[in-house]
T-cell receptor, first 113, second 115 residues
């Protein structure tokens, strides 16, 4: 059974640009959630999608957005990148919504210069 | 609101020694509690979970945790550390926000294992 796949694994952007990250969940999992991990703030919840609907959103500015497709794959987008957006972005999938057991991908490491 | 506090950002033990990683939580609803492990350049992997059944929970790789409601704690232990246990460990609680469940993670504890 394939795990959670995140692409790209590493990317470098400059301030003001935008970035799109992709997450393919485990087959059959309908919930995808996204997290930002930084040394200073730890692991913070961004948002969760279930059946193409955003179920919850963390305390992040509107520059952070996401969507989920009918095959449960999800993308997150960050517009107008700032230096502080440099982080490891993790996605996790789960069979159902509700923050129960999460299976994480390896993450996408974003560096903003 | 829910929160998780992990005492000690770094814990250092010798190989073969007892591992104890501390986690205290607060939750406005009966808690679901989790421990995850993160190895370098990898995502988080579930070690174990508490969902209101037995208070002593056994997980993978010889780890276990005990839920103590009176102390609002969920400490992670392993009787004998192995070099391969060196990693970052995260305690998490399932909390609520706007009528939905969301996870809240602790800041993490880095476990260092000396030969």
């Amino acid at each position: 059974k394939a795990g959670v796949t995140q692409t790209p694994r590493y990317l470098i952007k400059t301030r003001g640009q935008q970035v799109t990250l992709s997450c393919s969940p485990i087959s059959g999992h309908r919930s995808v959630s996204w997290y930002q991990q930084t040394p200073g703030q730890g692991l913070q919840f961004l948002f969760e999608y279930f059946s193409e609907t955003q179920r919850n959103k963390g305390n992040f500015p509107g520059r952070f957005s996401g969507r989920q497709f009918s095959n449960s794959r999800s993308e997150m987008n960050v517009s107008t990148l700032e230096l502080g957006d440099s982080a490891l972005y993790l996605c996790a999938s789960s069979p159902s919504s509700g923050a129960n057991v999460l299976t994480f991908g390896a993450g996408s490491r974003l560096t903003v210069l | 609101a829910q929160s998780v506090t992990q005492l000690g950002s770094h814990v250092s033990v010798s190989e073969g020694a007892l591992v104890l990683l501390r986690c205290n939580y607060s939750s406005s609803v009966p808690p679901y509690l989790f421990w995850y492990v993160q190895y370098p350049n990898q995502g988080l992997q579930l070690l174990l979970k508490y969902t209101s059944a037995a208070t002593l929970v056994k997980g993978i790789n010889g780890f276990e945790a005990e839920f103590k409601k009176s102390e609002t704690s969920f400490h992670l232990t392993k009787p004998s550390a192995h070099m391969s246990d060196a990693a970052e460990y995260f305690c998490a609680v399932r909390g609520t926000s706007g009528g939905s469940y969301i996870p809240t993670f602790g800041r993490g504890t880095s476990l260092i294992v000396h030969p």
